[in-house]
């Protein structure tokens, strides 16, 4: 769909509208839920709290998580969200932005939408730094995409990333290798690491009992983050830790100290939902008001 294929009546001017171009700082491209925190719907509440301007491009609109006992709406037809695409090129969004994420794509049509417009693209963009969030699946659930948008993902995305942030699951499909332990994931973000990417965070590692591991790797430095397992599993959790990352380092943050800062976030959106024993996570938790001075959990250089 396009302007011109609109109904006449939906057409219409402003006649005081000034013409400045309104700033953006990220182009979220990810799912979006009515009840409930994933994709854009778990990442865009706490960038806004941080002051970051979001352009929100759904993949997916959903009424909740599909682990409800019912979900509706659909997946984005691929002709869609390359229509989306193409109205954030003629605004522009595309050359004031700084980072480009991406979370769940929904499908392989729709991979190779977003590959095809990056391809389009980056001669307009040398500023835009593309975070691919490789949504496949998860330990406990196997894979819930199609097993052709994980060769989008690998053939055509992962090459064309600045930072890959899978958890342990999709860093082991996309590798090919283990990836359970620090050492396995080490191994395993290296492997990716020659492929494009200039840093790899994962997380859901498995650390000492009762312990979870958070990994960035880059080319000459590798950073882990242990913090304890909480008795919760909620959908969100992932694109807010991405989220967070990606403002850290959107503030200035070196890596080790934007990941101490997402990962805090994310303990912490956890430990409210917990408390208050809610079904969905409480993703405003996770900007509190005013940040501590020592990190929560420090950062350890590892070899």
């Keep these: 769909m396009n302007s011109t294929s609109l109904d006449p009546h939906l057409l219409h001017g402003r006649r005081q509208r000034p013409d400045g171009p309104m700033p953006v700082d990220i182009i979220s491209v990810q799912s979006q839920l009515v009840y ?18 979001v352009a929100e491009v759904p993949t997916t609109v959903l009424s909740n998580a599909p682990f409800y006992a019912t979900t509706r709406g659909r997946v984005l037809p691929a002709d869609w969200l390359a229509d989306l695409l193409l109205g954030v090129r003629e605004r522009g969004l595309h050359t004031r932005a700084r980072m480009l994420v991406s979370g769940y794509l929904g499908s392989a049509g729709n991979g190779h939408v977003l590959a095809d417009w990056l391809d389009a693209i980056r001669p307009e963009t040398p500023q835009l730094r593309f975070c691919l969030d490789p949504v496949i699946g998860d330990t406990h659930t196997g894979a819930y995409v199609e097993p052709e948008l994980e ?51 994962t997380h859901s590692l498995r650390g000492a009992p009762g312990e979870l591991l958070t990994l960035a790797v880059g080319r000459d430095e590798a950073w882990c983050i242990a913090s304890p397992e909480l008795p919760i599993d909620v959908a969100g959790t992932g694109d807010v830790l991405t989220a967070l990352l990606v403002a850290g380092l959107l503030r200035g943050l070196a890596m080790p100290q934007a990941l101490e800062h997402a990962v805090a976030g994310v303990h912490a959106a956890l430990e409210a939902t917990l408390a208050a024993q809610c079904e969905e996570l409480d993703v405003l938790a996770a900007t509190p008001d005013s940040t501590p001075l020592a990190p929560r959990f420090p950062a350890i250089c590892v070899d």
């Excluded at 409930?36 to 301007?53: D, E, F, I, K, Q």
């Excluded at 690998?154 to 999709?170: D, I, M, Q």
């Excluded at 290296?190 to 990417?197: I, M, Q, S, T, Y």
């Design 151 to 201: 060769a989008v993902f690998c053939e055509r995305l992962l090459p064309k990333a600045w930072l890959l942030t899978p958890n342990a699951f999709e860093l082991g499909r996309l590798s090919g290798l283990p990836a359970t332990t620090a050492i396995d994931g080490l191994a395993a973000a290296r492997e990716l690491l020659a492929r494009g990417p200039a840093w790899v965070v």
């Design 36 to 53: 409930g925190h994933a994709g854009n719907s778990a990442a865009v509440p706490p960038l806004l709290r941080l002051g970051l301007r």
